[in-house]
């Protein structure tokens, strides 16, 4: 079973950037469905991004579009922020889903399908 470990998180300005890693040990790293989730505080989780088995094929949520990018390389998933802004403050997760069937292309983007997961990274934006 694989274990997602973030890091990558702190403090930064309105304007700033931050790259997110996810380590992922412990399974098969190639035949998971990775996510990146976030919590804000005093809310529930949400959606953030995912990438496929085959890293071909990525969503986003529309409230990051065209400021973060998911990306995965060998047993690492990534997630660069830029433009951040004060909203953007929370806790974020990474996740991992089993991938099924013959299409490596799948994303997944509800946090019930994703059953395993990190113990997130603090992201705070100063305004």
């Known amino acids: 079973q694989v274990q997602p470990v973030e890091s990558g998180g702190g403090l930064v300005q309105a304007g700033g950037s931050l790259r997110l890693s996810c380590a992922a040990s412990?399974?098969?790293?190639?035949?998971?469905?990775m996510g990146w989730f976030r919590q804000a505080p005093g809310k529930g989780r949400e959606f953030v991004a995912c990438?496929?088995?085959?890293?071909?094929s990525s969503y986003s949520t529309d409230s990051v579009k065209g400021r973060f990018t998911i990306s995965r390389f060998k047993n690492a998933v990534y997630l660069q922020i830029d433009s951040l802004k004060p909203e953007d403050t929370a806790i974020y997760y990474c996740?991992?889903?089993?991938?099924?069937?013959?299409?490596?292309?799948?994303?997944?983007?509800?946090?019930?399908?994703?059953?395993?997961w990190g113990q997130g990274t603090q992201v705070t934006v100063s305004s």
């Open positions: 996740a991992a889903a089993p991938g099924v069937g013959g299409n490596y292309d799948l994303c997944f983007y509800e946090e019930y399908e994703f059953g395993y």
């Open positions: 990438i496929s088995r085959s890293g071909g």
């Open positions: 412990g399974g098969a790293f190639s035949t998971y469905i």
